[in-house]
């Protein structure tokens, strides 16, 4: 039953109809309130964070009804008269947010806080989820608004910006709520899509009966295998050729693991098409399933992928999505001559990315019959070849642009919502808007792959590894998007950093009935650190040798060739700018660790110090091209176009800042517009830590050659030689002459387009150390100080580069203690809410402390390389250390949750 309700938002006076089931936060979107945001819909997350009667509630369970008579605060009524409030302005100033999904609900929160102490704030702040920053920024910004005499207004008109901590250039759009991401617009006449998904882990599908469905008022049209074209595909974003398996479809006659397509169902309400999932009757032959990688290999009984219209799988009979033989020297020499050999089996989790704003799609035709599309992607090339593709679709008539982006992490790589929302548009000819709840996050779109992984090490008396045999054998779900690239990496970067002359790496990535796993941060060599790392450490405790002494004993150096993995003389991958020994000089003296220290015991509590070393490449060379479009504007400003993604890494604020260092002026002088397939030049997209350091370097010799062709023209102008002008941030000059950079625009259009790919991949490098307590009694670990410093070659911004290493060092710490995607023999996933999942909150995390050492690299935009995953792969295997050295107890299995830690006490002399 309807009810009428009288209430206010932000002062404004409102009388609207509801009916029972509409929370708060739907009420509110529905009226234009964009700033509260849905993410989890149980309470879990504070995104939705608002004020009824000035009282901070979480809309997504709050009834709207009950706001009759009510008055209701959201972001947007923060501000007075255009003046921000004090924690608006701190937030700004610390720059307290990397995406942003999760500020503004953080910010209403903030504002009722009443704490005396920083750990009082953490815990009141559990409420409050954040997946970038990591909750430092979040903290200092609270801490900052409690003391408004101590705000200053963020500035950007600096010129020479490069190496400076400018504020990201959104901030503003950030912390007053402004409708900046893909689901902020509805466009006129939009239906909604949900799609039915397989109850099963494996089956095939005999019959689907939609009558009852379609018979639904409000259902517009339903879709099932019998109706879309069949075409193999895979998800992944990735540049041609394709690495990986095509072996997806929009819809299919087989279902290969719970939470699959089933069905489309398109209808005038998102309750109207979920309901009509409801109403479609499925006939399902069952068939035999598999959760178990290993076993996925040995049981010719069950194909997963028997379907001959796939191809790219090298071995379908045993499952097999991808294979990788990574070798060098003589294996069986090397171990022959080794004084000890070290062989474990390591187990590590599949985890969820939890990016705060879901997976979203908005598509529709415009006025040109042009096929348009807005989505929250990293790849929005990728995904308009791949539309024009399975839909005979001219390319050139396909747009694909992204607005501002809730987190990705590597999920939004995949094409998971585009696909059907274009083509039910197509069939419809009307906008269609699909959005991922929660509960589809965690069970129906990618995690990072779970491996077990053996590696048996060989090594001399004095601590020179001779031979390393590694084998790893990767979940890769239901279908195989990144299966062979992920795992690639296992090997390639883990053992790539040491100096061993005798090398074998055997990678599997296994099809098995469970959701697929993609890319995500790290891509394989996160779980290969842990592995490499930790065998290490153990190696350095049985040869009486400090792990430090060991690694650097061991370890690349800037004369070395980065042989696994390549071909012939084709190293792409290059050790560019080297500070290793001054990164473990820092993180060491940070800690204040003396070689041969011993565990300090305090009745059931141990302490003990872990480190770990990582390297990961910056971008993909010779593969990853970007394109940039730069523009002197007639005002005299400049048009920067690239096709690159800020996904919440503060890379449009890079991107500028590197420009505006060129060409002598203010960021605020750059006007930049990024991630779109109709406007800007093509770029493959944000991973694989490419932007700064590929799309980086493109704007760079952008930037050169306009201001190369502004001097020119000013030259002619002037009668000057180039040699003697110079470009300033109005004009051009010379000793007794200029002319302003308004007046050339006007008598020229200069601008400069350019595509660049990088031929040589950069490695950055990362060393982390932790101290760690454990309470021997409940197995507990608590991480009292992380600390990392990061190669990072030249921090083009320092601030969002310490922003990232934090974020990431938190992603880390979920991965080491709490995070798993739990999944029973049925194929079920257990825990996929926020709720259970566990990741970290803001009380969880330890003072951290992130050095860059900057040493300019040969290759990179100033000497800069990338940053965006290298900060996550150390954190696990250094926890895991500091666990050993203070316990005597080694872990080889992820999460390392009190229980776990316990029972591997329980089996110790401690």
């Known amino acids: 039953m309807s009810e009428f309700i009288t209430f206010q938002v932000n002062g404004q006076t409102y009388n609207e109809t509801t009916v029972p089931g509409t929370t708060l936060l739907s009420l509110l979107r529905h009226l234009g309130w964009y700033g509260v945001h849905r993410v989890c819909e149980t309470g879990d997350c504070g ?93 200092e910004s609270i801490l900052l608004g409690n003391k408004a005499d101590l705000i200053q207004n963020p500035k950007s008109e600096i010129q020479n910006s490069v190496g400076e901590s400018i504020p990201k250039q959104d ?47 409000g259902v517009h049209a339903i879709f099932t295998h019998e109706d879309v074209p069949r075409i193999p595909y895979t998800t992944a974003g990735h540049a041609e050729p394709q690495p990986d398996p095509l072996d997806h479809y929009l819809l299919d006659n087989k279902v290969r693991f719970v939470g699959d397509r089933v069905a489309a169902i398109v209808a005038e309400s998102v309750a109207i098409a979920a309901k009509a999932c409801d109403l479609i009757e499925v006939d399902y032959e069952i068939l035999p399933h598999i959760i178990d990688p290993e ?70 035709l415009d006025e040109d019959s042009n096929l348009v599309i807005r989505s929250s992607t990293q790849v929005p090339f990728h995904c308009q070849t791949l539309l ?7 390319k050139d008539k396909i747009r694909v642009f992204k607005t501002k982006i809730g987190g990705g992490f590597g999920n939004k790589q995949e094409i998971l919502s585009e696909d059907l929302c274009a083509f039910t548009t197509l069939k419809t000819g ?80 296994v099809y098995t009935n469970t959701m697929p796993a993609g890319a995500f941060r790290g891509y394989g060599a996160t779980q290969g650190s842990f592995v490499v790392e930790s065998q290490l450490d153990e190696i350095a405790e049985r040869l009486n040798i ?14 070395d060739i980065l042989s696994l993995g390549t071909r012939g003389d084709d190293h792409f991958h290059v050790i560019g700018s ?26 059931h509590l141990r302490r003990g110090f872990g480190f770990a070393v990582g390297m990961q490449a910056s971008g993909l060379a010779k593969i990853h091209t970007a394109g940039v479009k730069l523009s002197l504007k007639e005002n005299g400003k400049y048009l920067l176009k690239t096709g690159s993604i800020d996904v919440g890494t503060g890379s449009d604020t890079t991107l500028r800042q590197i420009a505006a260092q060129v060409l002598g002026v203010a960021i605020a002088d750059i006007e930049i517009i990024a991630g779109d397939t109709k406007t800007t030049p093509y770029d493959a997209g944000s991973y694989a830590s490419a932007t700064t350091y590929i799309s980086g370097q493109a704007v760079n010799l952008a930037a050169q050659r306009l201001r190369d062709r502004i001097l020119e023209f000013a030259a002619n102008i002037l009668n000057f030689q180039t040699e003697e002008l110079i470009l300033t941030a109005n004009t051009v000059q010379s000793s007794n002459a200029e002319i302003s950079l308004q007046e050339i625009a006007q008598q020229e259009s200069l601008e400069v387009e350019l595509e660049y790919a990088a031929d040589k991949s950069s490695m ?17 670990i608590k991480v009292l100080r992380c600390v990392q410093a990061i190669d990072i070659g030249k921090a083009i911004n320092p601030r969002i580069c310490e922003s990232q290493a934090i974020g990431g060092m938190v992603m880390g710490l979920g991965y080491a203690l709490s995070e798993e995607l739990r999944i029973d023999a049925q194929g079920n996933t257990l825990n996929p809410r926020l709720r259970t999942y566990q990741l970290p909150t803001a009380q969880d995390i330890p003072l951290m402390q992130v050095f860059l050492v900057e040493k300019a690299d040969p290759y990179g935009p100033f000497g800069a390389k990338g940053i965006g995953e290298i900060c996550t792969n150390c954190t696990a295997p250094a926890i895991a250390n500091a666990v050993a050295h203070a316990t005597g107890v080694r872990l080889t299995q992820l999460p390392m949750t009190p229980e776990r830690v316990w029972r591997h006490l329980v089996g110790s002399s401690l």
């Open 47 to 139: 995104a939705c964070t608002v004020w009824v009667d000035d009282k901070p509630i979480h809309s997504c369970i709050y009834p709207a009804m009950r706001i009759e008579g009510k008055s209701v605060t959201t972001i947007e009524g923060l501000a007075k008269d255009g003046q921000l409030s004090s924690m608006q302005s701190a937030f700004l100033q610390k720059q307290g947010f990397q995406c942003g999904f999760c500020t503004p609900g953080a910010i209403m929160t903030a504002e009722k806080i009443n704490c005396k102490t920083e750990t009082e704030l953490r815990s009141a702040l559990r409420g409050n989820i954040c997946r970038c920053s990591g909750y430092q920024a979040i903290v």
């Open 171 to 217: 901030g503003i759009e950030i912390v007053t709520g402004k409708p900046v991401y893909t689901p902020d617009y509805t466009p006129a006449g939009l239906l909604h899509l949900k799609v039915l998904r397989s109850p099963h882990p494996h089956a095939r599908i005999r019959q689907i009966r939609t009558d009852k469905a379609k018979a639904l008022p």
């Open 295 to 364: 076993e996925a290999m040995n049981r010719p009984d069950v194909v997963i992928h028997d379907e001959p219209e796939s191809y790219q799988i090298p071995e379908r009979d045993r499952n097999i999505a991808g294979k990788v033989i990574l070798e060098k020297g003589n294996i069986e020499q090397g171990f022959a001559t080794a004084d000890l050999i070290v062989e474990n089996t390591y187990n590590v989790p599949a985890v969820q990315h939890v990016h705060l704003e879901p997976h979203i799609s908005i598509s529709w």
């Open 388 to 394: 024009s593709k399975l839909f005979d679709f001219p």
């Open 430 to 509: 009307r906008p269609v808007q699909w959005e991922f709840t929660r509960h589809e996050e965690f069970t129906a779109t990618n995690s990072r792959h779970a491996m077990k992984i053996r590696l048996k090490t060989g090594i001399k008396k004095d601590g020179t590894i001779v031979a390393q045999d590694m084998t790893a054998i990767s979940n890769t779900g239901a279908y195989g998007n990144h299966a062979t690239t992920v795992v690639y990496l296992t090997g390639c970067f883990p053992l790539g950093l040491y100096r061993c002359a005798n090398q074998k790496f055997i990678g599997y990535a």
């Open 546 to 559: 400090d792990p430090i002494e060991l690694r650097l004993k061991n370890i690349i150096n800037s004369e």
């Open 578 to 603: 080297y500070a290793i020994p001054e990164c473990f000089e820092k993180v060491t003296q940070a800690l204040g660790y003396i070689p041969g220290v011993q565990p300090i015991a305090n009745g």
């Open 764 to 780: 950055t490098f990362a060393v982390q150390g932790v101290e760690v307590e454990v309470d021997t009694e409940t197995g507990h």
